[in-house]
């Protein structure tokens, strides 16, 4: 299948504050990635907090504004058409592309109005959208409740009355509501139990599988993105540095961050040895990264030139990239 989405060079610069009359530098949250997605594919984006990861997956739906880039979307069975330049479309053009393109979010408490009941929020994308006369949308809605696990009966309940695995539920059904072909989804496990956590993963799957869906999947939990994802990405300060399918990311991790992270990684049997690896120093700040490659001041591998040298992904198979020539040789 063809890429549904591709991102080139994508770049957010935050300004902050002045203190004391002066600017203390910019934060380089998101520093020049590209990545893309087929078809029908999840993409895991991973990596310690503040690497930019969620960051990433916010701009490329302009919820926040990128600094500079590219983002091709290219709309499903319409391959005779241009793809949608998603950067340069005017916010008429912008709400039109929601259609196609939701947002799952972390905080399944945080992102739903309180004022409104489960029912409207879910039914606000159809009336915003007009997918749907208005005598039909409460039988819409009540289905899309029955597609995620919840009780149709409870429509009129805020959120307040749910759990946070049922609010997540409210948005998976939100998202749903217009049909749409890619859906980011940050951290959408993260706050809830692991017996929750499975359920919602699974849910996501199954959409996949029914739907047709395609998922940029954002998460620090390198489990959870073994079992949905198809490929995986790996950010560090701002930038990818190794990206693989998932089989040979987990099993041939290339890069000494991935290895590091992966390592971390708790096992289920108490018996197993692990060689865990742990990182010197602390992360470096997003506005001052160090010179060359960010990862130097704490890679074990790490060389004189490597401070010098700017790192880019370069491919060491059909499906797999890295960011470190010490590793790759190159």
């Known amino acids: 299948m063809g890429a549904l989405l591709e991102v080139h060079h994508l770049t957010k610069h935050f300004e902050p504050a002045r203190r004391h009359g002066k600017r203390t530098g910019v934060v380089r949250a998101v520093d020049g990635i590209s990545f893309s997605i087929a078809e029908g594919e999840t993409l895991g984006l991973v990596g310690e907090s503040g690497c930019g990861k969620t960051t990433a997956g916010r701009a490329v739906l302009r919820l926040i504004e990128p600094t500079s880039g590219v983002a091709l979307f290219h709309p499903p069975a319409r391959a005779d058409t241009s793809p949608i330049a998603i950067f340069d479309l005017p916010k008429t053009r912008l709400r039109r592309l929601r259609r196609h393109c939701q947002m799952v979010f972390q905080d399944p408490y945080g992102s739903l109005n309180p004022r409104a009941t489960a029912g409207a929020i879910v039914a606000e ?25 919840l009780n149709p009966a409870h429509v009129r309940r805020y959120p307040h009355e749910f759990s946070g695995g049922q609010r997540q539920r409210i948005g998976l059904a939100r998202a749903l509501a217009v049909e749409p072909s890619l859906i980011i989804a940050d951290e959408p496990v993260s706050s809830l139990d692991v017996s929750i956590q499975a359920q919602i993963v699974n849910l996501l799957q199954g959409f996949k599988a029914d739907l047709g869906l395609s998922y940029l999947f954002v998460s620090h939990d390198l489990s959870v993105v073994r079992h949905i994802s198809d490929r995986v990405a790996v950010m560090y300060l701002g930038k990818i540095v190794e990206v693989a399918d998932t089989q040979t990311l987990y099993s041939e991790p290339t890069h000494p961050y991935t290895r590091a992270l992966l390592s971390a990684v708790p096992v289920p049997d108490p018996t197993v040895g692990r060689n865990r690896q742990v990182l010197g120093g602390e992360v470096p700040s997003p506005t001052h990264p160090p010179s060359g490659c960010a990862f130097h001041t704490r890679c074990p591998m790490a060389k004189p030139e490597c401070a010098a040298r700017t790192q880019v992904l370069h491919p060491i198979s059909e499906r797999h990239a890295v960011a470190c020539h010490v590793a790759t040789g190159t």
Do not use: D, M
Not at 129 to 148: D, S
């Open 125 to 149: 994308p159809l009336q915003v959208h007009r997918l749907a006369p208005k005598t039909e949308i409460p039988e819409r809605v009540r289905g899309l409740f029955e597609r995620v696990g």
